[in-house]
């Protein structure tokens, strides 16, 4: 019982608001006036439009031009030469840009090229005009009167009195005249360049020289009509019973197009009308309050009272098609593109973010962790109730009628669950776990489910039960919606991150719009005409699929959005989404979305798309306060100039988002392209040169540019110019050229006198060189003198040392009953003189080369070498009762100079045996890579630091500082240099080590 009174009482305020929506305004209208600071006066008197597709408005206060933004006035203020701004009404050409108007003084002004210039010496007939635009508005104009009546048509001017007509052409030469008979109460008017009459019975005829014949307009008039002509447009409207009729001709005859209703023209004291037949806008003109711009309503709404516990109304989600022409909310609302209303009884069973019907009727919602199916046979009222045990987050239907249903809880993860509608008793069935939350499922190609997610996109395969997630998507992404129009083409509609489209295998993050309002798309939704329509929280946006297309495609960097907000019908600019549907398209004829003010549902086909395909102007420019008109020839602005400002407008009369004019600046100084916020362009401290100012805009759907280039210099200073330039060039070539001169008689000179000193220093280096080779060659003397000393002192020693040494050795063998200290001594002398007979052997061959290079020898083993001076120590080591060692590798051969290199053994060896006493000497070698070390290694006292210091770095080639205590070492050192040797001495208290290293060759 409850539940019946709910729907009786849902029902009967349907039907109340019912009534209230079907008065609702059918048009959108905004008056303009003085009081909102757009007119110099509140009378327009005559309006019509220029080629270039300017409004222009006559008033007691000057002339308006309106580009459907702005408002630009002409009175004596900027016009010069005018001295009343009471102006008339409008004559001359549209089509030749030749638009005359009269002021109460007669002073005539031309509108040409988008600007109005005083024309007081043209050289028509004023008398003409005078007469057609003189005392009085238009409504009164064209009906007989006791003065002369003038109307001009195409290229004819009629002036009519009070019995007879006179018919002027173009030149204003009479043609013919002649006497007519008409009713006082019959008017004329003008429409699509023919005169008409029209008597008291509203009937009409085409106005004849000959003859007249009336016929009806084809509406049965409860009231007398009234006639409004704009005759410089060529325009004729008929006014009764509160609607406006637009006449044009077809076929000769005048159809009626009603474009206004319910509006009180004589309350509004309405005197003049145009109507923009391109963009379906009409302007009427009042006597006392302005202009009113009218737009007929491409958008509707539905609205409905649902209060919900929260308190809100009218705020509606999911919808859903309920039979051929109607769809139904989330919350039981019935709405049909008629406006017809109706309700059942789901509310409480639904969450607003998902409903559906099946293929067999049946109306599909959820609810917390349950899915309800309320059945059509039941005429909804009974339904079945399935707890899923997870947060039912979103329903869908298959292409085969199956309903999936997608699942998520925070403890056991997401989940899909598919039910057969068909079956006697249907339950879920789950598909598969999943480990994200699903907020859309779109079912393609039978096999693959697209889920939607607040963790980005995923694809799910029917078949193998696997989810695979797209990477392309970010997982930080919130997907909304998702439209698939084909399997290969997949639309996605994001929260704070615009929209995608799915194409030729991969995805395409579609250009945003100037202010970002496309980054939340809630809906996305295609028309039969291939226009996609998106709602966001900023409005209503329409796409062509082909621009979107040509972006995926790179074939062009830019989209068009056109945007339509609550000014063309809705209430709300804020759509709703996050919601299963978001939106409908009922047979292919209305598109319904919900929002947060009612659903706003319309015909995509009838909906006027006004776009900015007009053309680029360029109205004046001011440089520093001082105004100059634009004449297509190129500027040239002084340099001294504070600020340049190019004042451009394009006329445009839909949404102004949709006009988005862009410039940049080309030249000395390069700007990008920068979007146009204000109705002028302004530059400061330009540096001299060529500039090209170039704008564009898009032109609409095909997302083609318009663009004008604006040529302008600004001068140079004399020391900026090309002249000075080259007379600068010329002078520094001619200080260049004299530099050059000067420097090169210096240079000369110069070189006389460094002649002078080169032949005085080449005779001084002469009698020097002279000097160095007798000194040469007295050294050479003094070292072979030298040598031959050493040779002959130390042959001379030689041989009575080595019969000493011989002599020693005998006795030393004959005294076997000597006793033994003498024994002893006599072999202490045998040993000494062998020893310095070897001394002076080695000193003699040191002497002997006398080149000291290191002649490379033939290959001989370096064990050997180290054996020969081992068995030479021997006795010396035995009497120190010390081992020599002899751990050298028998493999290795060598061709460094054997005789240099056999004394650095020797040298070593002796060392070595001079502080060794009851210990060991050691002679070990070992090769690296290509580097050969030999080393000698003692049990002796050592060396103290000083020494190995001094020894290491003279070994390096560095100056030591201490004197050396020796020969031994200091020779060892100068014979390695010569064989390209390096040494190295370690030492303590247990011994020394001394290592010989040489680079072996390849």
């Known amino acids: 019982m409850k539940l019946f009174c709910n729907y009786i009482l849902k029902l009967l305020l349907l039907l109340l608001f019912s009534q209230q929506m079907t008065s609702q305004q059918n048009y959108n209208y905004q008056w303009f006036s003085a009081d909102s600071k757009h007119l110099p006066q509140n009378s327009v008197k005559s309006i019509t439009a220029d080629k270039y597709g300017y409004i222009w408005l006559s008033t007691e206060n000057g002339i308006v031009r309106y580009d459907g933004q702005n408002f630009n006035i002409y009175n004596s203020e900027n016009t010069k030469g005018l001295s009343s701004n009471r102006m008339l009404l409008f004559t001359g050409s549209v089509a030749k840009d030749s638009i005359i108007i009269l002021n109460e003084r007669s002073e005539t002004l031309l509108i040409h090229e988008r600007a109005v210039k005083n024309m007081d010496t043209i050289k028509y007939r004023k008398k003409l005009y005078t007469l057609l635009s003189r005392d009085a508005y238009f409504q009164d104009y064209y009906k007989q009167r006791q003065k002369p009546l003038a109307i001009s048509v195409k290229d004819r001017t009629y002036i009519f009195t009070q019995d007879s007509v006179s018919i002027y052409n173009s030149n204003y030469k009479l043609t013919q005249q002649k006497k007519h008979i008409f009713n006082q109460s019959d008017k004329f008017f003008v429409s699509s360049g023919d005169l008409y009459i029209v008597n008291e019975k509203n009937e009409y005829s ?46 000769d005859h005048l159809v009626k197009e009603l474009i206004f209703e319910g509006f009180n023209y004589k309350a509004n004291n309405i005197v003049s009308a145009y109507y923009d037949e391109k963009n379906e806008v009409l302007y009427l003109g009042s006597s006392n309050k302005g202009l009113l711009v009218v737009k007929r309503n491409d958008f509707r709404h539905n609205i409905a009272p649902n209060e919900e516990s929260n308190g809100n109304s009218n705020i509606y989600y999911a919808l859903t098609q309920l039979g051929d022409n109607k769809i139904l909310t989330s919350t039981g609302e019935i709405f049909s593109d008629k406006g017809e209303k109706s309700a059942i009884d789901i509310e409480k069973y639904s969450d607003k973010f998902a409903v559906l019907t099946d293929k067999n009727g049946n109306i599909w919602t959820k609810k917390l962790n349950s899915v309800y199916r309320f059945t059509k046979k039941s005429n909804f009222k009974k339904f079945n109730t399935w707890d899923l045990n997870r947060s039912a987050r979103c329903i869908a239907k298959g292409a085969n009628g199956n309903i999936y249903i997608g699942a998520y809880s925070q403890a056991d993860k997401g989940a899909l669950y598919t039910i057969n509608p068909n079956e006697d008793s249907p339950a879920p069935q789950l598909i598969s776990k999943i480990d994200f939350p699903p907020t859309e499922i779109v079912e393609v190609d039978g096999k693959t489910l697209w889920c939607g997610s607040w963790e980005g996109l995923y694809k799910f395969n029917l078949n193998t039960k696997k989810t695979e997630r ?28 615009g929209f995608f489209l799915y194409r030729k295998g991969k995805f395409t993050h579609m250009p945003k719009d100037r202010y970002g309002y496309l980054l939340t798309t809630h809906c996305i939704i295609e028309d039969k005409e291939g226009v996609m329509w998106l709602t966001t929280n900023k409005g209503l946006f329409a796409a062509q699929k082909q621009d979107l297309f040509d972006y995926a495609d790179n074939k062009t960097k830019t989209v068009y959005y056109n945007l339509y907000d609550k000014s063309l019908g809705f209430l709300n600019n804020e759509f709703n989404g996050g919601c299963t549907p978001c939106g409908v398209n009922v047979n292919q004829k209305t598109i319904f979305f919900p929002s947060m003010d009612g659903i706003v549902y319309f015909n995509p086909l009838s909906v006027h798309k006004r776009l900015p395909d007009s053309g680029i102007y360029l109205d004046e420019i001011e440089v520093d306060s001082t105004t100059y008109a634009y004449n297509n020839s190129k500027f040239v602005f002084d340099r001294h100039f504070g600020k340049i400002k190019f004042f451009i407008s394009s006329p445009f009369f839909g949404n102004a988002y949709n006009k988005n004019i862009e410039t940049r600046l080309e030249g000395p100084v390069v700007q990008n392209w920068t979007p146009m916020t204000e109705t002028n362009v302004s530059f400061s401290t330009l540096p001299p040169g060529e500039y090209t100012l170039k704008i564009r805009k898009l032109s609409g759907f095909g997302s083609k540019y318009i663009y004008k280039d604006i040529q302008f210099s600004i001068t140079p200073a004399f020391w900026q110019t090309g002249w000075f330039t080259v007379v600068l060039v010329a002078l520094g070539l001619l200080v260049i050229y004299l530099s050059v001169k000067l420097r090169i008689r210096y240079i000369k000179h110069k070189n006389i006198q460094l ?32 040598k031959n000393l050493i040779k002959t002192i130390t042959h001379d020693i030689k041989s009575p040392l080595k019969f000493i040494a011989l002599t020693g050795k005998y006795l030393y063998n004959n005294l076997e009953k000597t006793g033994s200290v003498e024994k002893e001594d006599v072999k202490a002398i045998h040993t000494s003189s062998t020893q310095l007979y070897h001394f002076v052997d080695n000193f003699l061959e040191y002497a002997k080369e006398t080149d000291l290079n290191n002649t490379e020898s033939e290959p001989y083993s370096i064990r050997n070498l180290a054996e020969e001076k081992i068995t030479f120590f021997k006795n010396i080591a035995t009497a120190a009762k010390t081992k020599l060692y002899n751990y050298t590798d028998s493999s290795l051969f060598i061709t460094i100079n054997r005789h240099l290199l056999s004394i650095v053994l020797h040298n070593l060896l002796d060392n070595a045996l001079k502080h060794t006493f009851d210990g060991s000497i050691t002679i070990t070698s070992s090769q690296k890579d290509n580097e050969l070390s030999i080393t000698v290694t003692d049990t002796g006292k050592g060396m103290s630091a000083e020494m190995v210091n001094f020894y290491n770095n003279l070994a390096q080639g560095n100056k030591p500082s201490g004197k050396p205590t020796g020969m031994g070492l200091h020779m060892i050192i100068e014979l390695l240099v010569i064989i390209g040797g390096s040494l190295y001495i370690t030492s303590s208290e247990k011994g020394t080590t001394i290592t010989i290293s040489f680079i072996r060759p390849n």
Do not use: C, M
């Open 206 to 251: 085409l106005f004849s020289e000959i003859n007249k014949s009336f016929q009806k307009f084809g509406y049965d008039f409860t009231k007398k009509i009234e006639i409004f002509s704009n005759n410089i447009a060529q325009q004729a409207f008929l006014f009764s019973d509160d609607k406006l009729f637009y006449l044009r001709k077809t076929n």
């Open 470 to 497: 797209v990477k392309e998507i970010s997982s930080t992404t919130h997907v909304r919606s998702i439209y698939a129009s084909s399997p290969g083409e997949i639309w996605l509609g994001t929260y704070n991150n």
């Open 755 to 786: 002649e002078k000193q080169v032949v005085l220093r080449t005779e001084q280096l002469q009698s020097t060189v002279l000097t160095l080779r007798k000194t040469k060659e007295d050294l050479s003397v003094q070292v072979k003198n030298h």
